[in-house]
């Protein structure tokens, strides 16, 4: 008999195919997430859970599954569910770092230089037909190449922009919590103090962790610190950014520009004020959406529920220390 597991969502064909093979698997097939009810009804006699950031895996959710083994988040990020409960439970969590460092880590540029260059507002220029020649003043943007990156949290993604900004001939500062001497040295950058970071830079790209400490990490005092000519990127989490005072920032010109791939909420109401500014642009978080990287996450996500079913730690486990809190 194959345990059972439910499945929040169709994931790519060849992590599916693993999934099947492995665990008897109910698989949610809508295109929007499945409603809380539906998911705390399918929990409740299953052995596995693979869920994405839009379900929310809280105390309530293990209370009404007694033999979940084990979670596989199909993201880096695992803000969605109560890791501290589910270790005290002796689940296993999983998520999927790695796979997706470099692909996140090209969207963050490409956000950085379509804000910087305007790319968006140049498409919807043509598209609206007002490209009437080629223009001396038309649609200046700043440079990339050159200008100072601040670097918030510094992990795997993090420094994975970095790269990509030596590349540019940027000057790159970092704040993070904890100080990463690893990195300054391969990447010959420079640790600042946050107040720093803001000030100094030209584009901040914030790749922090959202934990209760981080929530609005970036609010009113923040921009206040920035120069009105920095661009904000955001491909961590929407939560992360306080959205109203990024909003007042951008219209009253206290920042030059923003480029999003997260927003808070996700997704954005169609009347949302930032939608109606033409200095930021706004992606619906896809900085991991390559063809091969969604694979690959969906392979890792496999792994770490099968390696869990079993009782043991897959590719990439969030709480190995759960395993000693198991009720056998
Ligand atoms: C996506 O945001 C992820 O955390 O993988
Ligand atoms: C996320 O995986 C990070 O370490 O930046």
Redesign the pocket.
């Known amino acids: 008999m194959k345990p059972k597991v439910y499945v929040t969502r169709l994931l790519p064909k060849d992590a599916m195919d693993r999934i099947l093979l492995n665990c008897d698997a109910k698989v949610w097939e809508g295109e929007l997430p499945p409603q809380r009810d539906v998911l705390l009804e399918n929990v409740a006699d299953v052995e596995g859970l693979v869920s994405l950031?839009t379900d929310k895996v809280d105390a309530e959710l293990m209370d009404r599954a007694p033999k979940l083994k084990v979670v596989s988040n199909y993201?880096?990020?695992f803000d969605n569910i109560d890791v501290k409960e589910a270790t005290k439970r002796g689940i296993i969590v999983g998520n999927?770092p790695d796979v997706?460092t470099d692909t996140t880590a090209d969207f963050a540029f490409t956000l950085i230089m379509s804000a910087a260059r305007r790319v968006a507002e140049g498409d919807r220029f043509v598209r609206a037909g007002k490209w009437k020649t080629w223009g001396p003043q038309l649609l200046l943007g700043q440079d990339v190449h050159g200008a100072t990156l601040g670097i918030i949290g510094l992990g795997r993604i993090g420094a994975a922009v970095a790269r990509r900004a030596k590349g540019f001939d940027m000057k790159i500062l970092y704040f993070d919590v904890i100080r990463q001497q690893k990195y300054e040295q391969e990447l010959g950058i420079e640790y600042a103090k946050l107040g720093r970071v803001l000030a100094e830079s030209d584009f901040i790209t914030i790749h922090a962790n959202l934990t209760p400490e981080t929530h609005h990490l970036i609010g009113p005092k923040e921009f206040d610190k920035m120069k009105k000519t920095a661009i904000l990127v955001n491909t961590a989490r929407g939560p992360l950014v306080d959205n109203m005072a990024l909003y007042e920032a951008l219209r009253d010109g206290k920042i030059l520009y923003a480029g999003l791939d997260v927003t808070e909420p996700e997704p954005l109401a169609a009347d949302h004020p930032l939608l109606k500014l033409d200095n930021v642009i706004i992606a619906p978080?896809i900085?991991?959406a390559s063809v091969v990287t969604r694979t690959n996450m969906g392979l890792i996500a496999a792994d770490n529920l099968i390696a869990g079913l079993k009782g043991e730690l897959g590719p990439a486990p969030v709480n190995p220390e759960a395993l000693h809190n198991k009720q056998q």
């Open positions: 950031l993201a880096v990020g999927t997706l978080h900085a991991s």
